[in-house]
């Protein structure tokens, strides 16, 4: 079957470093996103990763291990902003994105 | 970069009507169309696919004659609520992705649709 984990909820405070776990089960695979939704908000692009190793993108980045079906998001330098909801998605090969329920991750000062 | 355009953001429609939600891809050709669903702090639920010309392949338990797709071009897809009830209010969220491009470029969402019926 198809299975993605990650936490419901996690809270930082600003200026921290979060993490962000996923592991995933899939049928196939062809890359793993990781998207922010605000409340009512449609799903916004963060990253996008095919091959093992990390991703750096400004305050993001983002990990894989496809051998051990593990992600990781990662935030520094927390600000309110990020207060949001973070989905790992998973593409599989042939078919729409398979959505986590994603994690809410709530910023305090 | 790449824009999906859907309206209305918001719709209140009495039980037993139809509403209409649109997603036009504004500067790129969605060749595949995706429909999404979710209630509040769930995750998106894929509804169907659709792709240019054909008919939409539907998720289990999705309703095809509740929930019309059409993809009848391009850059315009639209699925029809019809004889809405009040378990159907909820987010609505198109994905448009030209196929021809890489998996990494692909998956533009629209701007969502909040449906509450009444």
């Known amino acids: 079957g198809q299975n993605i984990d990650q936490p419901t909820e996690m809270t930082a405070t600003e200026g921290a470093i979060v993490q962000i776990n996923c592991t995933y089960q899939?049928?196939?695979?062809?890359?793993l996103f990781w998207y922010q939704q605000h409340a009512g908000e449609a799903p916004t692009f963060l990253s996008y990763?095919?091959?093992?190793g990390l991703e750096e993108k400004g305050r993001f980045s983002s990990f894989l291990s496809r051998s051990k079906g593990y992600s990781y998001l990662l935030l520094k330098e927390l600000q309110m902003k990020d207060s949001a909801s973070y989905l790992c998605?998973?593409?599989?090969?042939?078919?729409?994105?398979?959505f986590g329920k994603g994690t809410t991750l709530s910023v305090s000062s | 970069g790449a824009v999906v355009s859907q309206h209305p953001s918001r719709v209140i429609c009495k039980s037993g009507t139809s509403v209409k939600i649109e997603c036009r891809s504004l500067?790129?050709?969605?060749?595949?169309m995706f429909w999404y669903r979710q209630f509040p702090k769930k995750s998106l639920m894929l509804m169907a696919t659709?792709?240019?010309?054909?008919?939409?392949?539907?998720e289990q338990g999705v309703e095809k004659d509740k929930f019309l797709i059409n993809h009848a071009s391009l850059t315009l897809s639209t699925l029809t609520v019809t004889s809405a009830h009040p378990e159907d209010s909820s987010f609505y969220i198109c994905?448009?992705?030209?196929?021809?491009?890489?998996?990494?470029?692909?998956?533009?969402f629209g701007s969502g649709t909040r449906l509450t019926v009444v």
């Open positions: 998605v998973v593409n599989q090969a042939g078919t729409a994105l398979i």
């Open positions: 994905s448009a992705r030209d196929r021809r491009t890489g998996d990494n470029i692909g998956y533009t």
């Open positions: 500067d790129f050709q969605a060749t595949t």
């Open positions: 899939t049928s196939g695979f062809n890359g």
């Open positions: 990763n095919v091959l093992d």
């Open positions: 659709s792709n240019e010309g054909s008919k939409a392949t539907y």
